[in-house]
């Protein structure tokens, strides 16, 4: 049974995760990737603490710290929400109202069950479109999904239309070896969206411990990146 080596959370090692995130480079189709999410759900927080995760709490930190409006009333859109990490620091830091989507059933009724959702939506980015009307949300934020191998892109495209005008746009990835051409890519988007004065740059954090490293060829911890736009049109 696919991924069936996985042992019970309580006895997980960083090996067992490092195995688990390796395996899903080789599953590179929609319903493969559909597939190892779902069957990772459930050890899905216990693994990513393992793995020294940083990126939702550095990407909460980064919204709170340049966020102008009232935390309170502010309405956040949480792409590729998993079971709702990151909205889960914004709550600690004041925030309030989240609306969350993901492609993946499992992380849905993960997230569903912390009860931080005003709303959740299964979607599958890069296929579907993210909302059905424009300009709904004050953040709107994606964390994880930006690299090689998951989303394409072209999705920030609907993150600057999600967002309304005056709101923010965080995103996140990886800066390891394997992602440089996407990061490369995703860089090149977000400044062409800044010449044609769509957004303005807020903050680029460059992180040098992003996440413990997973690749044979990687040692110590890979770095990674927390981007803040705001629309201005």
Known sequence: ?????LVMA??????DVRDVIL??????????KIGFYSTWAENYEQDVALLDYR????????????????????????????????????????????????????????AR?????????QCMLGQDSLLEQDEMYDIV????????????VTVIEQLWRATKPGGYVCMTTRGNAENQEYKAELEHVVRRMVEEKRWSCVAVNEVEEW???????????IPGAVYLYQRTQ
């Not at 049974?1 to 080596?5: N, P, T």
């Not at 309580?10 to 090996?15: D, E, G, L, P, W």
């Not at 934020?141 to 394409?152: D, K, R, Y």
């Open 1 to 5: 049974m696919l991924f069936s080596y």
């Open 113 to 121: 069950k912390t009860g931080l959702f005003q709303e959740l939506k």
């Open 55 to 110: 990126a939702p709490h550095l990407a909460a930190e980064c919204i709170t710290k340049n966020f102008k409006g009232d935390k309170a009333r502010a309405i956040i859109l949480d792409v590729a929400c998993g079971t709702g990490l990151v909205s889960a620091h914004l709550k600690k830091l004041g925030f309030k109202h989240f609306v969350g989507i993901d492609g993946c059933a499992g992380m849905l009724d993960l």
């Open 23 to 32: 395996s899903a480079h080789t599953n590179v189709g929609l319903q493969s």
């Open 211 to 221: 996440e413990r490293a997973v690749a044979e060829h990687e040692t110590g911890y």
């Open 10 to 15: 309580s006895s997980r090692t960083f090996a």
């Open 141 to 152: 934020v994606i964390v994880g999904a930006l690299s090689v191998g998951q989303v394409p």
